[in-house]
């Protein structure tokens, strides 16, 4: 079956629409109770995939917690809450609720775990989360389709408490920046036979050149070299290192694996989004509306890779190319595949913005009118009547007396009939 042109794999399309309705049905549960479930897409087995086993990214204890979450799955025939740290830590047998809470960061950023959806009541009640656990690391595309927050989850743990967690996630930002730096689209659909088998060479060779899944071989071998248990910090952190935003009993779960075939939820809401700000290099660029949270933080990574003069006029083009739509060009579905070649093209010399002008112009356009509005105008002096003229004249001979007087000259001469006049002033002696 061919892959999907928008760069999301059918199968990720299918599980976005079971949770969906997950969220929906969870509805009609009672106001006020928080109540969780899990979904359980995938065949019924006490195994776990060969690619968790050896993954050479997650230690042990993430794996464990992996494997921790599938068990209760395997436990509940597929209907029930999401396991809390202390069932996790009870289960993988591992006594520090923030290593718990650090695995489950460390998933989500290799994207092992999905946080789907924040689930509200009717009221805005937080009610829980909606996850998805998966037998094999996602693509980026179906990430950021299923998680309108990943791209900022990745940017806001760079901060997080625990090192182990920023490591992993400056791996695989590293390894985006890699990809994007060498020319490669790091949304485009890569067929899975061959992300496998990348997968396991690199995980059963050391130092091969190949990927796994998310990250480029250079940033596993630096991640191997900075591999190193802190449990024994991770002990004294608990109640700060709840990245992962959930209580005991309040997730829906959803497991998947490559056959979906079962859905069951009880928690009521719906779903919120979750937006990020962008970066303090790229706050002054005047941004297409369209582009997401997720969208615009990935953007701003391919932008970085030409230089600054250029960014504005290539978002200007590719909000051109919105606008195109809208008089009959066909659609565009992958916004970013679009922004990678305008890059691409300017790194090449090729770039001749065409669109982008139009969006320019109007964007100037706006501008000097915001200006022109925000200067005050100097009101111009109505036009002088006849009576206000001859009023005006006589405080002018008023004043002038008075300058005569002052310097002892004789008052004018009064004119003739004609206009001429009756004699000459002298000036006054002084006394």
């Known amino acids: ?69 599938m068990l209760t799955v395997y436990r509940s025939t597929g209907n029930t809450a999401f396991p809390g740290h202390d069932a996790i830590g009870r289960i993988a047998n591992i006594s520090s609720r923030s290593t718990v809470a650090r695995a489950i960061a460390v998933l989500r950023a290799t994207r092992w775990l999905t946080l789907c ?43 997080h408490i625990h090192a182990r967690v920023r490591a992993v996630v400056r791996a695989v930002l590293d390894s985006m920046d890699e990809d994007i730096g060498a020319g490669r689209d790091v949304l485009a659909q890569i067929h899975l036979l061959q992300r496998r088998l990348e997968s396991m060479a690199l995980s059963g060779e050391a130092g091969t050149s190949r990927r796994f899944f998310a990250f480029t071989a250079s940033t596993v071998r630096q991640l191997w070299g900075q591999s190193g248990s802190t449990e024994a910090q991770d002990i004294h952190r608990d109640q700060n290192s709840n990245t992962v935003n959930h209580h005991d009993q309040n997730s829906v779960m959803v497991s998947s694996s490559s056959n979906i075939n079962k859905t069951t939820t009880t928690t009521p809401g719906v779903t919120e989004k979750k937006s990020a700000p962008g970066c303090g290099e790229f706050r002054s660029l005047v941004w297409p509306s369209r582009l997401d949270a997720n969208q615009r933080i990935i953007a701003e990574r391919y932008l970085r890779t030409i230089g600054a003069e250029h960014r504005q006029t290539v978002l ?69 009547t006849a009576e206000q ?18 310097l002892g000259m004789a008052p004018p001469a009064e004119k003739s009939a004609d206009g001429s006049a009756g004699g000459q002033e002298r000036p006054k002696a002084p006394s």
Request: aromatic share 6%; hydrophobic share 45%; glycine share 6%.
């Open 1 to 69: 079956m061919d892959e999907p042109a928008s760069g999301v794999r059918a199968h990720a399309q299918a599980l976005d629409a079971l949770i969906r309705e997950a969220v929906v049905r969870a509805q009609a549960g009672k106001e006020g109770v928080e109540s969780d479930a899990m979904l359980f897409l995938g065949n019924r087995h006490q195994s776990f995939p060969a690619l968790m086993v050896r993954d050479p990214v997650l230690e042990p204890v993430d794996k464990l917690v992996w494997m921790a979450i």
């Open 117 to 159: 959806a924040r689930v509200r009541s009717a009221r805005g009640r937080f009610s829980g989360n909606v996850y998805a656990l998966h037998d094999e690391p996602l693509g980026l595309a179906d990430a950021l389709h299923l998680d309108d927050g990943y791209m900022a989850f990745l940017e806001a743990s760079l901060n």
């Open 316 to 384: 200007d083009e590719l909000e051109g190319r919105f606008r195109a739509e809208a008089k009959g060009m066909d659609p565009l579905y992958d916004e970013l595949s679009f922004l990678h070649a305008l890059c691409k093209a300017v790194t090449a010399g090729k770039f001749n913005p065409r669109l982008g002008l139009r969006v320019c112009s109007d964007r100037t356009g706006r501008a000097k009118t915001r200006m022109s509005a925000s200067t005050p105008r100097i009101a111009e002096p109505a036009e002088e």
């Open 389 to 406: 003229r001859i009023e005006r004249m006589a405080h002018a001979r008023e004043h002038m007396a008075k300058i005569r007087a002052i």
